[in-house]
């Protein structure tokens, strides 16, 4: 699960990098914190896509005017035809192994004839296995998704990234890192989603070992930050002529 931190220094450095005039633009696999930054920035259109039917009426309400589209990546008729300027990519690598399995591989390729120039991209790196309590507050999110007979997110490293933008046909513009100091929104908000999975898991004296792990690391893990650790990635590439 993505943090929800620097998103102001990530998107700061696209707008640097892009200037005042955004045209068309598509932001790919919305939530409220790009869709928010992407209607402050006036585009001339402004289209989002969600998966997700229960984020539908906040979006809207986010960002009013803007057209909300719900579908699916996996369906060749979503978008069929259209093209715009831009095209932003938030953590959605990351995310659609949850709703898609296997479809990240492809999702450049999927992606690209709606790019008529930029396409900007944000991820996070996997997370570090040190073995400290960050460690194991994913770890232990990660186990309780499981449980639950849901998927996980899956992270992918930049260099990764950069090869398959390539192999799909974008050209590299610019690419940059951005090292995390963690606090306590992050722990909070990593073992609220172990939380919400308790109820899914078939035994209940699993579910019940793990709600007292999980206070247990949380009152540990919140003791313990704010601590440096991971980071996230930015990349703005350009369709190949």
Same mark, same amino acid.
């Given at each position: 699960?993505?943090?929800?931190?620097?998103?102001?220094?990530?998107?700061?450095?696209?707008?640097?990098?892009?200037?005042?005039?955004?045209?068309?633009?598509?932001?790919?696999?919305?939530?409220?914190?790009?869709?928010?930054?992407?209607?402050?920035?006036?585009?001339?259109?402004?289209?989002?896509?969600?998966?997700?039917?229960? $984020?539908?009426?906040?979006?809207?309400?986010?960002?009013?005017?803007? $057209?909300?589209?719900?579908?699916?990546?996996?369906?060749?008729?979503?978008?069929?035809?259209?093209?715009?300027?831009?095209?932003?990519?938030?953590?959605?690598?990351?995310?659609?192994?949850?709703?898609?399995?296997?479809?990240?591989?492809?999702?450049?390729?999927?992606?690209?004839?709606?790019?008529?120039?930029?396409?900007?991209?944000?991820?996070?790196?996997?997370?570090?296995?040190?073995?400290?309590?960050?460690?194991?507050?994913?770890?232990?999110?990660?186990?309780?998704?499981?449980?639950?007979?849901?998927?996980?997110?899956?992270?992918?490293?930049?260099?990764?990234?950069?090869?398959?933008?390539?192999?799909?046909?974008?050209?590299?513009?610019?690419?940059?890192?951005?090292?995390?100091?963690?606090?306590?929104?992050?722990?909070?908000?990593?073992?609220?989603?172990?939380?919400?999975?308790?109820?899914?898991?078939?035994?209940?004296?699993?579910?019940?070992?793990?709600?007292?792990?999980?206070?247990?690391? $949380?009152?540990?893990?919140?003791?313990?930050?704010?601590?440096?650790?991971?980071?996230?990635?930015?990349?703005?590439?350009?369709? $190949?002529?």
């Amino acid at each position: 699960m993505p943090p929800q931190r620097r998103e102001d220094a990530l998107f700061a450095w696209f707008e640097k990098l892009h200037g005042p005039t955004w045209g068309s633009v598509l932001d790919s696999g919305t939530g409220d914190h790009s869709l928010a930054w992407l209607h402050s920035l006036a585009p001339r259109e402004l289209t989002a896509v969600t998966v997700e039917n229960w $984020r539908l009426p906040s979006l809207s309400t986010l960002a009013p005017g803007v $057209r909300v589209v719900l579908g699916q990546w996996t369906d060749p008729a979503l978008l069929a035809g259209e093209k715009f300027d831009v095209v932003l990519a938030d953590y959605v690598l990351g995310a659609i192994d949850g709703h898609a399995p296997y479809f990240q591989y492809g999702f450049l390729e999927r992606i690209r004839p709606h790019v008529a120039d930029r396409l900007y991209l944000v991820g996070l790196e996997p997370p570090p296995r040190d073995g400290s309590v960050l460690d194991e507050v994913c770890r232990l999110r990660d186990a309780a998704i499981l449980l639950a007979g849901h998927r996980c997110y899956r992270e992918y490293p930049r260099e990764l990234v950069l090869s398959w933008l390539d192999r799909a046909g974008f050209d590299l513009i610019d690419s940059s890192s951005f090292a995390n100091r963690l606090g306590e929104r992050f722990v909070n908000g990593q073992l609220d989603v172990a939380v919400r999975k308790l109820p899914h898991f078939r035994d209940r004296a699993v579910a019940a070992a793990f709600e007292a792990h999980i206070a247990e690391l $949380r009152t540990r893990a919140l003791d313990a930050v704010p601590m440096a650790w991971g980071s996230d990635w930015v990349i703005a590439a350009k369709v $190949r002529a």
